[in-house]
């Protein structure tokens, strides 16, 4: 990376970084065990609740956290997105400070998508006796079953923003030549060098 370019700075806090992995590992653990897992759920109801608990960690850490983790740091509007997209083909790196937007977009949809994953997980009754969300009688019989259904939807969509995850990592680190998994490791990033 050439010096007049980029510097390295220290992006990513050791919280996030860590809700991160966390987060990464129980979501794959816990997507398993809902598609191969055994018939009693216990275990993915556990992980379901810490993620749940990673989650809200993550909300609050998005206003109260160091700048690159606060949503108002890097949620930007649409001309800033697609003044991003005019540049997205170009075989160098972004050097963009904390979440480029796309990135930003990236994190509210699978924020979003695993608080519904988790909240329909709490209330799901899919009438086998055994495997019933803890909130499954408030939520009523309608809404219980109805659940089960967008369970396996969230399922599905889970599925889908990780996989565009890991292409998008592979992307950037293959056409682009930026490291997008080193920094969330070790906290350092190359930005552009008017970034702070």
Known sequence: MAAEQARRVRVWDPALRAFHWLLATLVIANWLLGKFGPGVMTIHFWLGYAILALLGFRVVWGFVGPKHARFRNFLRGPRAVISYLRHLHEPRPSLWPGHNPMGALSVVAMLGVLLWQVGSGLVIDPEDF???????????????????????????LVLVLVLLHVAIIAFYRLWKHEDLVRPMITGWKWVRRTDK
């Open 130 to 156: 055994v495997n019933i969300g803890p909130l499954a009688d408030l939520a009523g019989s309608d809404i219980s079953h109805a659940a089960v259904g967008w369970h396996d939807l969230g399922a599905t």
